[in-house]
């Protein structure tokens, strides 16, 4: 069992950055394939970037490929979402993920078992 704790979301000018963190719980969190998702009102949770348990490998959706980096630090319990070139059609409630079943970089949200409780994030034109 983990449990994840997401930050760092707000109101931001298009064009801006923001830095998202999300803390998870446990001795565990090496063993974990970590990803964000977005959903924004109105639609489905969508899959934005996923990272592996040792870090070396990425996976990106092409919607936000060279704008956001996703990065994890094992030391912290840690998985960031760095997201530069903000767009407003990045407004989503940005949610953290964690699933340790599966290896490799997981893009479905149906792999992972764990959720955090989300973030807002808020771009204006």
């Known amino acids: 069992q983990v449990q994840l704790v997401e930050s760092g979301g707000g109101l931001v000018q298009a064009g801006g950055s923001l830095r998202l963190s999300c803390a998870a719980s446990?001795?565990?969190?090496?063993?974990?394939?970590m990803g964000w998702f977005r959903q924004a009102p109105g639609k489905e949770r969508e899959f934005v970037a996923a990272i592996s348990r040792s870090g070396i490998s990425t996976n990106y959706a092409d919607s936000v490929k060279g704008r956001f980096t996703i990065s994890r630090d094992s030391t912290k319990n840690t998985v960031y979402l760095q997201m530069n070139s903000l767009k407003p059609d990045d407004t989503a409630v940005y949610y953290c993920a964690a699933d340790a079943k599966r290896p490799g970089v997981l893009i479905s949200a149906n792999e992972y078992d764990f959720w955090g409780q989300g973030t807002q994030v808020t771009v204006s034109s």
């Open positions: 446990g001795r565990t969190f090496s063993r974990h394939v």
